[in-house]
């Protein structure tokens, strides 16, 4: 099974600073990546598939990047309604399908 | 409008059964796979079960395997989840979700609001 381990768990940042989550799998999962936000009382919404595309509708101050075992979604400038929880996913190696334990972005 | 829509959630005793549902509209519900997820309160998401778009080939993650049952009726645009043998441990928000296919490959690009399971005495 792979294993994803996302960190921080928490990152506290004020509104229009960049923030980094990262995101490194057990073993290489390729570019089989994929990134959710995830708001309280809400189901996720698909961010980033395949570790650097852009779901649709995502605004552009999102991107993904990496490969193999170690992955980042960036967030360029945080707006208000960024602030959330964030989840990455695999499926190179399934099943079982495996998500990581999140990273929570709240205000500071 | 494009949606999916749960429905079977509730309280449940341990060892007893639930089926959950998952109505689709809005698509063409037979040429996508699809999954659920489910979400322990106040922790992270947990895959479940996955089915192509025929029905042929079902997956489920060990935590369930042999007690839940993944099916699917492509002329009803619906999804479900048959739960047995439940266990404290099942208590959750179940989601189900599409497969993007072509246009976002495997990502999950569609999620229910969630139907909530409560495993109880």
């Known amino acids: 099974e792979v294993v994803l381990t996302q960190s921080p768990a928490t990152l506290s940042l004020p509104p229009g600073e960049r923030a980094t989550l990262s995101c490194r799998a057990s073993?290489?999962?390729?570019?089989?990546l994929a990134w959710y936000q995830q708001k309280p009382g809400q189901a996720p919404r698909l961010l980033i598939y395949?570790?650097?595309h852009r779901a649709t509708g995502i605004p552009a101050r999102f991107s993904g990047s990496g490969s193999g075992t170690d992955f980042t979604l960036t967030i360029s400038s945080l707006e208000p309604e960024d602030f959330a929880v964030y989840y990455c996913?695999?499926?190179?190696?399934?099943?079982?399908?495996?998500f990581g334990g999140g990273t929570k972005v709240e205000i500071k | 409008e494009v949606q999916l829509v749960e429905s079977g959630g509730g309280l449940v005793q341990p060892g007893g059964s639930l089926r959950l549902s998952c109505a689709a509209s809005?698509?063409?519900?037979?040429?996508?796979?699809m999954n659920w997820v489910r979400q322990a309160p106040g922790k992270g998401l947990e895959w479940v079960s996955y089915?192509?778009?025929?029905?042929?080939?079902?997956y489920y993650a060990d935590s369930v395997k042999g007690r839940f049952t993944i099916s699917r009726d492509n002329a009803k645009n619906s999804l479900y989840l048959q739960m047995n043998s439940l266990r404290v441990e099942d208590t959750a928000i179940y989601y189900c979700a599409r497969e993007g296919g072509s246009s976002t490959s495997w990502a999950f690009d569609m999620w229910g609001q969630g139907t909530r399971v409560t495993v109880s005495s």
């Open positions: 073993q290489s999962v390729s570019s089989q």
């Open positions: 996913q695999q499926r190179r190696d399934w099943p079982p399908l495996t």
């Open positions: 089915i192509t778009s025929p029905g042929t080939t079902r």
């Open positions: 395949d570790a650097s």
């Open positions: 809005g698509f063409i519900f037979s040429r996508y796979e």
